[in-house]
Every structure is written in structure tokens, then in C-alpha cells.
């Protein structure tokens, strides 16, 4: 399958061939742990799930397509990805991080891998002075989320790739609240790009999982050994739901970003909200960049109500559409408070996070639904 199709139809048909021996149009999800061999070392290619099964490689293939890049990896979960691709840095050498990146991600890097005896800084990536400025001669990983979670800043992915490079650096790019519908990084320079397609890929609140694509083939044979070696792999049927979700991928992220612009519009003029932060709206200081390397500007969308702590909780919790819960992605629209729940964490580092900010993952709903839930919560 070429890459010379449109993403829309890569969605459908990258890496998924009708099955050779009934015809099936879709994957068949291959429940077994195990492949009979016609001799001692003699496969067809499979030999323990582990190591490869079918239905994970039609999806490794799909996802590697629809970022356009040669190579793609699955994983159990987005944060056992991140974990593998650490994995490449080596103790007493350094990673460059942004200053606003998923709680999870933040845990892993501070309190498992510096342990381990890797060292980690952490600046706003959207100031390229600042990054040029904290780089080390043993920076070996530039890690960037664009847009960030949840504060939603945006950050010139072709700029830092460029950067990280003339430092003897590589970039990896955690591309989960953009899905390559909306931006492609490895287009821009990035040399990794990594997702939990527990979110937009997957799409439907049902599956949990991550992915890695790259186009360094000595990094990804580096990193297959690795998912191999530590086995945090996907189950079939988990490569089978997040494949399914991949085919409607397009039409879903077209939704989602309209739909969180109407309602960011709206926030932006409702007099119980001081300030929000969607990449789609001309005040943001990102606006240009993302213009310039997305597609979309997506279904997230933060927002400081006019009041305190006790008054963002009030509203979280009134909501009857907006589900009060953890994750994205999904076609049902969710809030929450990043504070105390995604991002706890961080509670007590440079990287807190305002108690009074709301996240919005905005779904599939009629739009005019979402807003009169909002309006009803907020005038609570």
C-alpha cells in the first residue's frame, strides 16, 4: 500500500489485505498464543505472540502509513511505548522535556528512569531560545507533546527537530491529541513519533494501547527486540478494535475539531470564564504555528472558570453530557479536572497544574447539545 494515497484511504486499507483463505474483508483477530511450525526454526513468519501475531501487524503497518513513516510498533499501553523508547537513552545521558506533558509521562521520567540513572530537564518548547539554551552536550532525546497536555501550548515541530539535530539529538513526538489525521511529524522532522491509541486512534473508550513509528530502521530493530524482550505487546483483540477505529479516524477528527471550535467560541464569550485555551482561536499565542502544521486545531480544549477550586469542581461535576472522567479521545464528550485527577502527579513540581482548570475532550455530539450542557453548568 503506497503512501501516495490519502490518509482517508490508508485509514481503510494499509496494512489489511482481504484474508487469503476465506476472503474476510476485515482482519481476523488471531486468538492464539502460538504458530505450528513445518520444522525446527521453519515459520511462516510467526512463531509466538509475543514476538508477532497477524492482527498486530496489519495495525503496525496501518499506523506507520498514516504517519508516513516506514515503521511502526505496538504496544500494551501509550505509557509502555514511551517506556521502550527511553529505553534508547543510556544512564548519565539526558533528555530535554517540555514543561507541560501528561502526568503519567512526567511519573515515568522523574520517579521511575531518573532512578535508573537518566537525567531530565524541562522547558516550554515553544520558546526556541530557551530550548537551544538547556540543551546538553549529552542530550540524547528531545521530548515534545504539541499540543500539550492539558495547558494546550504548541510548539514549531520542524524548528525543534532541526535543533535537536545540530546537537547531536533526536526527537520524539508524542502525537496523541493531534492522531495523524491532523498533523504528521515525521513529515517535520521528528525521528520518533509515539501515541496512546487508547485515545483519537482507537476512538471509542473501549481498548487500551500505544504505538511507536519511526523511519531510523536501526532504531526500530532496536525497539522491536525491545517490545519483544520486555513483552508489553497488545493482544489481538485489542489490535483488532483499534484498527477498527482507525477506518473512521478522518470523519471523527473532522467532528471533533468542529465541534471544539464552536464551543471554545462560546467559552470565550460566556462571562463565568476567564480564559481559554484552544489552539483554533486567533488569541492564542500557538495559533500561527498550528496553522502551519496541522490540518485541524482538534477536540481538546482547557478553560479557567471565573472563581476557585471549589467553583471548577461544582461545575465538573453538573455536567450530564460531559462525563466527569479520565482519557480523551472518545466519541462521547468528557471533562475533568487535571489537577487532582490526570494530573496529579505533578502536584508540588514545576509542572502543577491550576486546580481551577477544566479539560474538555470534546465528543461527537450535536454541538448545540454540548453548549446548552455547558451553559447549564456554568450557570450553576
Known amino acids: 500500500m503506497t503512501n501516495q494515497l490519502h490518509l482517508e484511504t490508508l485509514a481503510i486499507h494499509a496494512g489489511q489485505t482481504p484474508d487469503p483463505t476465506t476472503g474476510a474483508v476485515m ?22 505472540a509475543r514476538t508477532g501475531n497477524p492482527t498486530r501487524t496489519a495495525l503496525e503497518a496501518c499506523l506507520a502509513a498514516l504517519e508516513g513513516a516506514h515503521y511502526g510498533l505496538c504496544f500494551a499501553s501509550g505509557m509502555a ?12 545521558q539526558h533528555v530535554l522535556a517540555g514543561n507541560d506533558v501528561y502526568g503519567g509521562t512526567y511519573r515515568l521520567f522523574v520517579r521511575v528512569l531518573s532512578e535508573y540513572g537518566l537525567h531530565f530537564d524541562f522547558v516550554d518548547m515553544s520558546d526556541l531560545d530557551r530550548v537551544r539554551a538547556a540543551l546538553k552536550p549529552n542530550t540524547r532525546l528531545v521530548w515534545l507533546e504539541t499540543p500539550t497536555n492539558p495547558l494546550l501550548q504548541i510548539a514549531d515541530i520542524a524548528a525543534l527537530a532541526e535543533i535537536a539535530h545540530a546537537a547531536g539529538a533526536q526527537l520524539a513526538v508524542d502525537n496523541t491529541f493531534a492522531s495523524p489525521y491532523l498533523q504528521q511529524p515525521i513529515g517535520l522532522g521528528a525521528d520518533f513519533v509515539i501515541h496512546s491509541t487508547t485515545k483519537y486512534l482507537g476512538g471509542h473508550s473501549d ?14 530493530e532496536r525497539l522491536k527486540f525491545l517490545q519483544n524482550a520486555v513483552g508489553a505487546v497488545p493482544g489481538p483483540l485489542d489490535c483488532f478494535l483499534t484498527l ?37 482561536l486567533n488569541d492564542h499565542p500557538g495559533h500561527r504555528v498550528a496553522q502551519k502544521q496541522m490540518r485541524l486545531y482538534g477536540g481538546m480544549i482547557s478553560f479557567l472558570p471565573v472563581g476557585d477550586a471549589t467553583t471548577a469542581k461544582r461545575i465538573v461535576e453538573r455536567t450530564q453530557i460531559f462525563a466527569l472522567a479520565e482519557s480523551l479521545g472518545g466519541v462521547e464528550s468528557l471533562i475533568e479536572l487535571p ?6 502527579s505533578v502536584a ?29 453548568a456554568l450557570a450553576a
Not at 511505548?81 to 548519565?92: E, F, H, M, Q, S
Not at 481498548?207 to 526500530?220: E, F, K
Not at 465528543?363 to 446548552?372: C, F, K, N, S, T
Open 339 to 344: 489537577a487532582p485527577m490526570t494530573h496529579a
Open 207 to 220: 481498548v487500551v494501547g500505544g504505538a511507536i513509528v519511526t523511519n531510523d530502521i536501526a532504531a526500530h
Open 348 to 376: 508540588g513540581s514545576p509542572l502543577q497544574v491550576d486546580p481551577t482548570l477544566i479539560r474538555l475532550s470534546v465528543g461527537l455530539e450535536h454541538v448545540d447539545d454540548l453548549i446548552a450542557d455547558l451553559q447549564q
Open 81 to 92: 511505548a514511551i517506556d521502550t523508547v527511553l529505553r534508547l537513552v543510556k544512564p548519565g
Open 27 to 48: 482482519t481476523p483477530i488471531y486468538q492464539t498464543s502460538t504458530f505450528v511450525q513445518n520444522g525446527v526454526g521453519q515459520h511462516k513468519g510467526y512463531e509466538y
Open 244 to 280: 477498527r477505529g482507525l477506518k473512521t479516524l478522518p470523519l471523527r477528527m473532522e467532528r471533533h475539531s468542529a465541534n471544539a471550535q464552536r464551543i471554545a467560541e462560546f467559552l470565550a464569550d460566556h462571562p463565568g470564564v476567564k480564559q481559554v485555551v484552544y489552539p483554533g
